[in-house]
């Protein structure tokens, strides 16, 4: 036990370290996951990885074919237009009374937070129950967490993790420990995980007692440890989205998506943090923060933002707490904390195309299920199991249109064009028409006089109702204005507020307009989409950024997905791609242009 809290005593002073004394980088550009983002200066990990050399390929894209511009193309300048257009709040460090760090986002709440390098803590917070676990934990000896750690070190997939299971090299008892230490370990200051599952253990015994099982090698997630975002039902868990209100029963029964994880052999862990109300309680609400989880930090930086709904399953993936995670998402709440976590892969699939039943809702529309993981193979084949889809129509040679917002990274990209297999890289930044056709999908409120804002209220208003009435056993409130009381009667448990449920409760929208908003967004999408094909001969988009630019065709319920490259520009960061699907369906046709960047990063 000694050497685990000196290992967790040195873990914390490192990132204390690296979050206090790394200097500012460049501008992180925030994503449009929800209707007030932040915007916030990045600062590097407390990992670094060399810079690697260009290749000769590169070297010539950039003395002779790319000159570096003075000026943004026109596409540019119409996608930062657009995100102009949207309210965001400055964030930045200061110092409170007590001479610890905090964050700006905790200002108007400032006493009921504690944020320093070392304790992070709000004062209504529900402490994880480690209690079924303790006896376990104590006899979990250093050498076995250590062995584990080891044969995770490399590869930390899910292939890997079954293999090491059915090679017996380690139990899966062994590994649901290893995870709960890390919990142990590290989650009282960063709160990934909201609540844990007190049967973990006894389910990993049970994976373990069927080794010798003759099928055992036909579940897919056989011996692997997940989190699901606390939004998603879990038999003899809470589902509440973080909030107090909703932390009344423990739920009877599973979300079908948690059935089909534990049919393939996967062991749930625990439930993941979430912005309360996956974004929906409030416009002021910080990344990562819910009543009842506390305050989730950026695992690298304790002053970048995670950005969310789905933080804590970005974070954890990060932070090495379970195998892979599940998220959900409106607009831009599973890509976004992928994106600024770094090295997490994620899938918003193709609406509908993964179970929703049990899933507190905002918008039944576009709300959707989605995995978080290490690899794009991983995410892949969680697809796959929650679809049951087996044929893939997709291993045609992929035209793709690519959107970049910096020279450096058109470099980057284009230096891997060579590396890409049955793929061709076109360029659609100086096109002037794709600019105009862009704005009514970024912005709909210029052409609809609906915001996105009253769009979600109204959504909410509507679902949330049907949601509450499904499950009158577990909750005691069954309408909007019931919450929005018991809230008010409990002001300390929603400390910034809940504006966006009183503008649900008070909204005017009628469906007609609503419906108006929707019709935009798609028809929009849709003249873009045809332009697309019809000028370049493009199946895809893939946008190089720091923020899910094309979060808004969620509407259209078209998948995308999320890849860090490990290729790097001059400033020494990171690059993320995200690449848009154009048709339900097309999540296949993802994968397989992101396998391809994939194998060429490594």
């Known amino acids: 036990q000694a050497q685990f809290e000196e290992q967790r005593q040195k873990e914390a002073n490192e990132t204390a370290l690296a979050a206090i004394g790394k200097p500012k980088k460049r501008k992180l550009e925030e994503s449009t996951n929800h209707p007030h983002p932040t915007t916030t200066t990045a600062s590097n990990g407390p990992e670094q990885i060399s810079p690697m050399q260009p290749s000769p390929s590169s070297s010539v894209i950039a003395n002779s074919t790319h000159p570096h511009p003075k000026k943004r193309t026109t596409l540019v300048r119409a996608l930062n237009m657009s995100k102009n257009n949207e309210k965001e709040k400055e964030s930045s460090t200061v110092e409170n009374e007590t001479g610890g760090l905090e964050t700006a986002c905790y200002r108007q709440c400032h006493g009921q937070f ?6 992070n803590h709000f004062v209504h917070e529900i402490p994880l129950d ?10 979990y000896t250093p050498t076995t967490y250590e062995r584990i750690e080891t044969l995770l070190k490399s590869d930390h997939s899910i292939d890997r993790v079954k293999s090491l299971i059915l090679n017996k090299h380690i139990i899966c008892k062994d590994l649901c420990l290893y995870y709960l230490k890390r919990i142990q370990m590290t989650n009282n200051y960063y709160k990934a995980i909201i609540e844990l599952n007190p049967h973990s253990l006894s ?3 049970q994976i373990d007692e069927q080794i010798n099982e003759n099928n055992v090698n036909d579940k897919l997630l056989f011996g692997c440890v997940a989190a699901v975002k606390g939004n998603i039902s879990v038999c003899d868990m809470y589902n509440d989205a973080g909030s107090y209100v909703l932390h ?6 599973d979300a079908s998506i948690i059935k089909k994880l534990r049919k393939q052999g996967c062991v749930i862990i625990g439930r993941t943090n979430l912005s309360e109300w996956a974004y929906a309680l409030s416009e002021n609400i910080p990344s990562g923060f819910s009543a009842v989880g506390g305050q989730c930090l950026h695992p690298d930086d304790i002053r970048e933002d995670i950005s969310g709904s789905s933080s804590g399953s970005a974070a954890g993936i990060k932070l090495n707490l379970f195998t892979f995670s599940l998220g959900t ?11 600024h976590t770094k090295h997490v892969c994620a899938l918003k699939p193709s609406v509908n195309a993964w179970p929703k039943d049990n899933i507190i809702p905002i918008n039944y529309d576009q709300d959707t299920c989605g995995p978080l993981a290490r690899t794009i193979e991983d995410i892949e084949l969680l697809h796959r199991i929650a679809t049951d889809i087996k044929d893939d129509h997709h291993s045609r040679p992929i035209r793709v249109g690519y959107i970049i917002q910096s020279q450096e990274d058109l470099v980057i990209l284009q230096s891997l064009s060579p590396l890409l297999p049955l793929t061709t890289l076109v360029d659609l930044n100086k096109d002037p028409v794709l600019a105009q056709l862009i704005i009514p999908i970024l912005d709909p409120s210029r052409t609809c006089n609906v915001t996105f804002q009253d769009y979600l209220c109204y959504a909410l208003g509507r679902d949330i109702l049907l949601y509450l009435s499904a499950h009158s056993s577990s909750y005691s409130h069954e309408t909007i204005s019931s919450i929005v009381e018991w809230n008010s009667s409990h002001s300390q448990y929603i400390p910034y507020g809940q504006l966006l449920f009183t503008q649900a409760l008070q909204s005017k929208l009628t469906q007609e307009a609503y419906d108006k908003y929707r019709q935009t967004v798609k028809e929009g999408f849709q003249s873009f989409v045809e332009y697309l094909k019809s000028r370049y001969s493009i199946d895809c988009l893939l946008t190089v950024d720091n923020r899910d630019i094309f979060a808004s065709t969620a509407v259209c319920g078209t998948p995308r997905a999320t890849l ?6 001059p400033d020494h960061q990171q690059i993320n791609v995200v690449a848009v699907g154009f048709s339900l369906g097309d999540d296949l046709l993802l994968f397989r242009l992101l396998q391809r960047l994939e194998k060429a990063r490594l």
């Open 130 to 139: 480690f209690s079924p676990f303790l006896d376990s934990l104590a006899n």
């Open 114 to 119: 504690c944020l320093t390098p070392t304790v």
């Open 248 to 253: 009344e029963n423990k739920m009877k029964d």
């Open 329 to 339: 998402e409106t607009q831009g709440s599973i890509l976004s904390p992928a994106i």
């Open 564 to 569: 860090t490259l490990d290729y790097y520009n």
């Open 203 to 205: 389910e990993a015994q």
